[in-house]
């Protein structure tokens, strides 16, 4: 079986990559296809016919994305939105041209309205108002289930989508303004303990809950989906509803994240906080109930995942300078 990984350099696209090649090398027939993006730019229409009619993959799993925290979605909107758009519509599309039948694509949480009853549901898709923060990305990645069920229903074929919720862990993006809140505060606190710092400051009033999923179980949880048999995959979707959501269960408080960020870093300083800064939604918590009566559930701990995250940042030295 031949299986194209699109964005295998980044966190969730690597994390499924290594658990591939650990199948691979445990004996299983498999070709793995990457291409980094200056071997091939997803946003190019031509370039990425080219390489699904070359390769012809027999399966694809769309994890690319262009990727940012609340910042960079502020800062960037344009591109959020014309680079998601562009990379989904021409990997959907260009897999569907060389004969691909079997695809995933990764989303986010962010596709659920503002105002939304939790834990969110898969049915509260389109329901209502979108966080205006992050609007563009959402617009993005809602567009992706649609052309992917769009493709179901018209063709036949089985393009599947899951959603999840905060992913962090090793690979993650720690950039000091670009970065999500997990990695921005992880760096933040080792900075502040490295050097001293008597003070952490940290955005909104840390009241926001947040759910956060460590990137191997997303991989897990990935290929769990992908591989299920359709008839059990169809029993648990709707043909215009097919996203299967991707998470804990349980979430947590950002100043409470910020307390555990400072035990694994070693920080003991004051942290207090900005109001001045956007909270962003108060709540964001996934229903997990259709993967779990499928038989799949997290196992990695937000503690334990915190300090497997930490000890590979300590790693990276070009990461930290």
Request: contains cysteine; proline residues 5%.
């Amino acid at each position: 079986m031949k299986i194209y990984v699109a964005g295998h350099r980044g966190m969730v696209g690597g994390a499924i990559l290594r658990r591939l090649q650990a199948r691979k090398d445990a004996g299983e027939d498999l070709t793995l296809l990457t291409r980094t993006h200056a071997e091939l730019d997803l946003t190019s229409q031509a370039a990425v016919r080219e390489f699904m009619q070359t390769e012809k993959p027999d399966v694809v799993i769309l994890a690319a994305a262009k990727v940012g925290g609340i910042h960079a979605n502020n800062t960037y909107p344009a591109e959020f939105i014309y680079e998601n758009l562009m990379i989904e519509c021409n990997v959907i599309h260009q897999a569907f041209a060389a004969g691909v039948t079997r695809l995933l694509q990764l989303g986010s949480s962010c596709i659920y309205p503002k105002a939304v009853p939790q834990p969110m549901s898969e049915d509260a898709l389109l329901t209502g108002t979108l966080e205006p923060t992050n609007e563009p990305y959402a617009i993005a990645k809602i567009a992706g289930i649609k052309i992917c069920e769009s493709y179901n229903r018209q063709y036949g074929v089985d393009y599947r989508s899951v959603m999840p919720t905060n992913l962090y862990g090793p690979g993650d993006n720690f950039h000091p303004e670009n970065s999500h809140v997990m990695p921005a505060l992880i760096r933040r606190f080792h900075e502040a303990a490295q050097n001293g710092t008597e003070e952490v400051v940290i955005w909104g009033s840390g009241k926001p809950m947040r759910e956060f999923l460590h990137v191997d179980d997303m991989a897990e949880a990935s290929l769990f989906v992908l591989e299920l048999d359709k008839a059990t995959y169809d029993a648990n979707t709707e043909p215009m509803l097919s996203h299967i959501n991707v998470g804990t269960g349980t979430d947590i408080s950002i100043m409470d994240l910020a307390l555990m960020i400072a035990r694994v870093t070693g920080y003991t300083g004051k942290i207090s906080n900005d109001p001045s800064k956007p909270d962003g939604t108060m709540k964001k918590l996934m229903d997990v109930g259709r993967l779990s009566d499928m038989g799949w559930t997290a196992r990695v701990g937000l503690e334990e995942g915190l300090r497997d995250t930490y000890a590979w940042f300590l790693a990276q030295d070009s990461i930290r300078d």
